[in-house]
């Protein structure tokens, strides 16, 4: 009888060994899977950011051919209908300028955290956040469309 109630003790501790180590691996998995997934938004916001940068480039050499001729059609013919498309083209400058090399990332993400903290209800997914049981209907639903299409296309 002291054997039994020996070998339940051992197995109860093996037990809560194990469920410790799963706990541990689980905790692991998901700091990993955290990490990684805050190492692809950087990199997808350093893209995109390269990608501001290369469209100010091009937007920047677009603008000095724009306001060269601008300024040549101005001296030629004195009016100043030739340098009043510099007006707009120059605010669209700022703003790649800003969004290539100064704060406007970091505003954005200010404004990011605001809304966050202080607007939670433009957040709301339309229909709510999806459950399995919706997802599962929404599989069986689709499944019985395609079973009904390839029903009609036999007959």
């Known amino acids: ?22 706990l541990k691996m689980q905790t692991m998995t998901l700091e990993r899977q955290l990490a990684m997934q805050n190492v692809m938004r950087e990199r ?13 480039y091009w937007f920047a050499s677009f603008y000095s051919l724009a306001l060269i001729g601008g300024i040549a059609g101005f001296r030629h ?26 704060t406007k990332i970091h505003r954005i993400q200010v404004e ?22 919706t997802i599962d209907q929404a599989r069986r639903a689709r499944k019985d469309e395609e079973r009904a299409k390839s029903h009609q296309l036999f007959l």
């Open 112 to 133: 990011a955290e605001s809304i966050l903290k202080s607007e939670q209800d433009l957040l709301a997914m339309p229909g709510g956040v999806p459950t399995v049981e």
């Open 44 to 56: 997808m916001m350093a893209t995109q950011i390269a990608r501001s940068r290369d469209l100010f």
């Open 77 to 102: 013919t004195r009016k100043p209908a030739a340098i009043v498309p510099l007006v707009p083209l120059t605010f669209i400058l700022g703003y790649q300028a800003d969004m290539a090399f100064y």
């Open 1 to 22: 009888m002291g054997n039994v109630l020996g070998m339940n003790k051992i197995m109860d501790d093996q037990l809560a060994k194990n469920q410790e180590f799963m």
